[in-house]
């Protein structure tokens, strides 16, 4: 089981394009919206997410396999001053549930100290809140259970790797041929 949180602001590249990718290699995903199911991407997109988050969310006992956390602004800082992520953040972390993060959304693993001693990339400008992290500038970083991404244009790319790490090399080897991706 994935969470994938939807704050007021999101990227819907980032967010829409991931939570496809991922279940079309069969995984469960389930979105959460920061405030409230209604959530309205940064281009004026609105979504209805599964979700809010005013129930109990899921922890590895429960299944819980990853966390997302698409960028965007403003709602990389919406879900920065979330206590409901930040609460799900620290629960995986210390569970070694996978924290994947893309764009602006590195810095919210960041200023946790989540990325420290472990390469990460994040959208140009966002580096100094990846405290501790080696920046590699790349479009994507693989560091164990974490996962970050530069930007919209590597989403597909980004998803790949949670398929690579949730499913399988193979898994997310055919999906990325099937969708024209090399």
Same mark, same amino acid.
């Given at each position: 089981m994935v969470l994938l949180f939807l704050a007021n602001g999101f990227e819907e590249i980032e967010a829409l394009a $991931?939570?496809?990718?991922?279940?079309?290699?069969g995984l469960t995903v389930t979105t959460v919206g920061v405030g409230g199911a209604s959530v309205t991407g940064s281009? !004026?997109?609105?979504?209805q997410a599964d979700r809010d988050d005013t129930a109990p969310l899921p922890t590895a006992a429960d299944g819980l396999q990853a966390?997302?956390?698409?960028?965007?602004?403003?709602? $990389?800082?919406?879900?920065?001053?979330?206590?409901?992520?930040? $609460?799900?953040?620290?629960q995986a972390a210390a569970d070694g549930v996978l924290l994947c993060a893309i764009c602006a959304?590195?810095?919210?693993l960041g200023k946790k100290g989540l990325l420290r001693g472990r390469e990460a990339t994040c959208y140009p400008g966002y580096e100094e809140d990846?405290?501790?992290?080696?920046?590699?500038? !790349?479009?994507?970083?693989?560091?164990?259970?974490?996962?970050?991404?530069? !930007?919209?244009?590597v989403t597909i790319p980004f998803?790949?790797?949670?398929?690579?790490r949730l499913v399988s090399e193979e898994v997310a080897a055919k999906l990325g041929e099937a969708m024209q991706c090399r």
């Open positions: $991931t939570v496809d990718v991922l279940r079309r290699a281009h !004026g997109i609105a979504v966390v997302i956390l698409p960028g965007g602004l403003p709602g $990389t800082e919406n879900l920065r001053t979330s206590e409901v992520v930040n $609460t799900c953040l620290d959304a590195p810095s919210v990846l405290l501790g992290a080696v920046c590699t500038g !790349g479009s994507v970083a693989v560091a164990a259970d974490r996962i970050t991404a530069k !930007g919209a244009g998803a790949l790797a949670i398929v690579s």
